[in-house]
């Protein structure tokens, strides 16, 4: 769920990532995971942007990994490999604040080879720099301040300002959805519109997704495909297509 609102966000709001992290608002557009051969490919907490001059890799984290600095190395090896005379700037976002040691880990020290990257924690970051940029509001409250529920509360004053509707909703949705890393739903319900939250792109794709996870263990438990699709609202081509993929699927992956 996170992982997909982060996606949604730095796909549809690339020139504000830009800013933030490259220093420069500049174009940028989605490299697919499949042109630099990543087997298997892990596109849930990661995403790959270009420019004419650089590549931004980013990888948003919840919780530390350890095998999170040599998936940075392979990466890079892998971008290298694939556009030879871009830079590359790898930044680790974690987003949720943890004791762990890994997430001041910079680096992948393997033999003599070094490779270095970024990390952000976002919790050590001034909320109001990610006040500046609309595509970066829903990471404010996760931001340092005097009152996450305050920093919530201006978030959607800021939202509500915004006049396309369709993006005001996408960014409802994704800090409700964000600030649940800080705060306790009934004080985001209090203070986001769910009815507008519900109407955005980020809303409908993690209400499906959820659908698909349920559908998924009826399935692994034996339950009829029309069954399940009544169950949980997907069609039975898309239960069957579930299906298919699950069977697909090695089992000790």
Request: hydrophobic share 40%.
């Amino acid at each position: 769920m996170y992982d997909n609102t982060c996606r949604f966000l730095a796909e549809n709001f690339s020139a504000d990532f830009a800013s933030w992290l490259l220093g420069r608002s500049v174009t940028l557009t989605e490299i697919q995971p499949s042109e630099l051969s990543l087997d298997p490919i892990r596109a849930d907490a990661m995403i790959l942007l270009q420019s004419d001059e650089s590549i931004l890799h980013l990888e948003f984290q919840t919780q530390p990994k350890p095998e999170i600095p040599f998936r940075m190395l392979d990466y890079r090896v892998r971008g290298q490999r694939r556009f030879k005379d871009k830079p590359m700037r790898q930044v680790v976002i974690y987003l949720k604040p943890t004791n762990s040691e890994l997430v001041y880990q910079t680096s992948y020290v393997l033999g003599r080879t070094r490779h270095e990257f970024d990390v952000i924690r976002l919790w050590e970051e001034s909320a109001s720099l990610f006040l500046q940029y609309p595509g970066l509001l829903p990471f404010a409250t996760l931001g340092q301040s005097e009152s996450p529920e305050g920093m919530l509360r201006q978030v959607t004053q800021l939202v509500d300002q915004i006049e396309d509707f369709t993006t005001q909703a996408n960014l409802r949705a994704a800090s409700a959805i964000l600030a649940g890393l800080r705060l306790k739903q009934d004080v985001i319900y209090r203070l986001v519109q769910r009815d507008i939250m519900q109407e955005s792109v980020i809303y409908r794709s993690i209400q499906k997704e959820k659908a698909e996870e349920i559908a998924l263990n009826l399935l692994r438990e034996g339950f009829p495909i029309d069954a399940i699709a009544r169950g949980t609202g997907l069609s039975i081509g898309e239960v069957q297509q579930l299906q298919q993929q699950m069977n697909e699927t090695p089992q000790n992956l």
